[in-house]
């Protein structure tokens, strides 16, 4: 089920507001057992058969945070434990992500015709086992209290709305307020001022962005040249498409947790304003980069050891980080990329000089290759990424212009532009000086009225309605 979708406004989220707040309101387990029930009842909408995969990953992680909670004195069990935990996890997710990949790279290296099933991808299923995974490795740090009641697991790992496609939720950071969170009007309010906004970004820009990207990727595809502008409009177009998508369904998810009276932490801090690769990563999915930093770069080591070894740290860390996205050698190259990038970044220090020209210079700097990076990232393989890269370039002999950029820079400008300016800090800024007016309180309150009138609008007169990160 989507957020952006007619059934999820109209439906199922007033019927789960309903029962939680008026049917449930006086009773906190009868709360979070009906929470867990709406969320596994929620993923199963559009993925019946595959609940049974969260299930088992419930079961499974709740048994072994007990035992783990039970066994702490003795170090080498619980450390047998955690290794168990990961491989389980990590099992789950290799079978279901990276076994038909795999089985295609062995066969086309070893030049076999080994059977290779075909096996579906589970939405969100990066998203949830990494989360599983930090509940029982929390518990064995004792930075969370280990839950006896396997509902309450259970609604950790699949509370729907950071479930299908993030922020990756830590346990430590909520363990708490399962059972102790307090809901209030103005953080009910606020949360769903924050999913308008989510929603928004979503449903008016990052579905605008993408029919510009697909036409600009899938014209070269079909084998039809583009000219140079068109590339840049197209690979510009999709930078937009990602961020609004990706930091509106955080924000979705932020909002609507809030609503229930649980604070989830920031995902996203303007990133597209990073004047170098270390800053962008710092701001870009961030629930992300501190749970590779957490429980990857720091364990391996991190930046305490000799330069040699933080290298290897941080290209175990990207190399991760890239598989971690999905199946396909694009997303390798794509992390690799940005380890490389980093590690000169560290040994330069170009992530700590500044000065106002050169701040001009250290952001075009960041944003190329972050622009670079996501036609790597958005290309269907290594020879699509090179083609469209040549394109941007010219290396293929194309125009510089032609009638498509013209065409589709023409009718997209305006979107481009509010794009632009919604993905920099301008309108927090605005928000934070004028946050003691009262008349700026119903400018806002307005303008949300209208963007959410804008959005519904705008899924009711459009199917076009995809989020990438479902994908992973």
Same mark, same amino acid.
């Given at each position: 089920?989507?957020?952006?979708?007619?059934?999820?406004?109209?439906?199922?989220?007033?019927?789960?507001?309903?029962?939680?707040?008026?049917?449930?309101?006086?009773?906190?387990?009868?709360?979070?057992?009906?929470?867990?029930?709406?969320?596994?009842?929620?993923?199963?909408?559009?993925?019946?058969?595959?609940?049974?995969?969260?299930?088992?990953?419930?079961?499974?992680?709740?048994?072994?945070?007990?035992?783990?909670?039970?066994?702490?004195?003795?170090?080498?069990?619980?450390?047998?434990?955690?290794?168990?935990?990961?491989?389980?996890?990590?099992?789950?997710?290799?079978?279901?992500?990276?076994?038909?990949?795999?089985?295609?790279?062995?066969?086309?290296?070893?030049?076999?015709?080994?059977?290779?099933?075909?096996?579906?991808?589970?939405?969100?299923?990066?998203?949830?086992?990494?989360?599983?995974?930090?509940?029982?490795?929390?518990?064995?740090?004792?930075?969370?209290?280990?839950?006896?009641?396997?509902?309450?697991?259970?609604?950790?790992?699949?509370?729907?709305?950071?479930?299908?496609?993030?922020?990756?939720?830590?346990?430590?950071?909520?363990? %708490?307020?399962?059972?102790?969170?307090?809901?209030?009007?103005?953080?009910?309010? %606020?949360?769903?001022?924050?999913?308008?906004?989510?929603?928004?970004?979503?449903?008016?820009?990052?579905?605008?962005?993408?029919?510009?990207?697909?036409?600009?990727?899938?014209?070269?595809?079909?084998?039809?040249?583009?000219?140079?502008?068109?590339?840049?409009?197209?690979?510009?177009?999709?930078?937009?498409?990602?961020?609004? %998508?990706?930091?509106?369904?955080?924000?979705?998810?932020?909002?609507?947790?809030?609503?229930?009276?649980?604070?989830?932490?920031?995902?996203?801090?303007?990133?597209?304003?990073?004047?170098?690769?270390?800053?962008?990563?710092?701001?870009?999915?961030?629930?992300?980069?501190?749970?590779?930093? %957490?429980?990857?770069?720091?364990?391996?080591?991190?930046?305490?050891?000799?330069?040699?070894?933080?290298?290897?740290?941080?290209?175990?860390?990207?190399?991760?980080?890239?598989?971690?996205?999905?199946?396909?050698?694009?997303?390798?190259?794509?992390?690799?990329?940005?380890?490389?990038?980093?590690?000169?970044?560290?040994?330069?220090?170009?992530?700590?000089?500044?000065?106002?020209?050169?701040?001009?210079?250290?952001?075009?700097?960041?944003?190329?290759?972050?622009?670079?990076?996501?036609?790597?990232?958005?290309?269907?393989?290594?020879?699509?990424?090179?083609?469209?890269?040549?394109?941007?370039?010219?290396?293929?002999?194309?125009?510089?212009?032609?009638?498509?950029?013209?065409?589709?820079?023409?009718?997209?400008?305006?979107?481009?532009?509010?794009?632009?300016?919604?993905?920099?800090?301008?309108?927090?800024?605005?928000?934070?000086?004028?946050?003691?007016?009262?008349?700026?309180?119903?400018?806002?309150?307005?303008?949300?009225?209208?963007?959410?009138?804008?959005?519904?609008?705008?899924?009711?007169?459009?199917?076009?309605?995809?989020?990438?990160?479902?994908?992973?």
């Amino acid at each position: 089920m989507l957020f952006s979708s007619t059934t999820f406004l109209y439906l199922f989220l007033p019927i789960v507001l309903a029962f939680n707040f008026i049917v449930f309101r006086k009773s906190r387990p009868l709360q979070n057992v009906f929470l867990l029930f709406a969320s596994l009842f929620f993923y199963a909408w559009g993925e019946p058969k595959f609940v049974l995969v969260m299930i088992a990953s419930i079961i499974v992680n709740w048994l072994l945070g007990l035992l783990i909670s039970k066994k702490r004195e003795n170090k080498a069990v619980s450390r047998l434990i955690i290794v168990l935990d990961v491989a389980f996890n990590l099992g789950l997710l290799f079978v279901f992500k990276y076994l038909t990949f795999t089985g295609n790279v062995i066969n086309s290296a070893f030049g076999l015709a080994l059977p290779v099933p075909n096996i579906a991808l589970p939405i969100g299923i990066s998203f949830f086992t990494f989360q599983a995974m930090s509940y029982v490795i929390d518990v064995y740090r004792q930075k969370g209290e280990v839950q006896t009641n396997i509902l309450y697991v259970g609604l950790y790992i699949s509370f729907f709305p950071q479930l299908i496609a993030g922020p990756i939720v830590r346990y430590e950071t909520i363990a %708490d307020q399962i059972k102790n969170r307090k809901e209030t009007l103005e953080d009910f309010f %606020d949360g769903f001022a924050r999913f308008v906004v989510g929603l928004s970004k979503k449903v008016l820009l990052a579905n605008s962005f993408a029919i510009v990207a697909d036409q600009a990727f899938d014209t070269l595809k079909a084998g039809t040249g583009i000219s140079v502008l068109f590339g840049w409009l197209g690979a510009i177009a999709y930078t937009l498409q990602i961020f609004f %998508d990706f930091s509106g369904y955080s924000d979705m998810a932020i909002g609507l947790g809030r609503m229930f009276g649980f604070h989830f932490l920031e995902n996203f801090d303007y990133p597209y304003i990073s004047r170098s690769i270390t800053e962008f990563w710092r701001r870009w999915h961030m629930s992300l980069g501190t749970w590779f930093r %957490d429980y990857v770069y720091i364990p391996l080591g991190g930046s305490r050891c000799g330069k040699l070894r933080n290298i290897i740290n941080l290209f175990v860390v990207w190399l991760l980080t890239g598989i971690w996205h999905g199946a396909n050698f694009t997303f390798i190259v794509w992390g690799l990329m940005y380890f490389v990038l980093l590690v000169i970044e560290k040994q330069t220090e170009l992530h700590k000089k500044s000065g106002k020209v050169l701040n001009v210079f250290l952001w075009l700097y960041a944003m190329f290759f972050v622009v670079i990076g996501w036609v790597i990232f958005r290309a269907e393989s290594i020879n699509d990424a090179f083609i469209y890269l040549k394109t941007m370039f010219g290396i293929n002999g194309n125009a510089f212009s032609d009638g498509l950029f013209a065409g589709w820079f023409k009718q997209n400008l305006i979107v481009l532009l509010v794009g632009i300016v919604a993905s920099s800090p301008i309108f927090k800024l605005i928000s934070e000086k004028t946050k003691n007016s009262s008349a700026m309180g119903y400018v806002k309150a307005i303008g949300l009225i209208i963007l959410f009138v804008l959005s519904v609008a705008s899924l009711v007169s459009s199917s076009y309605n995809p989020f990438i990160y479902f994908n992973f």
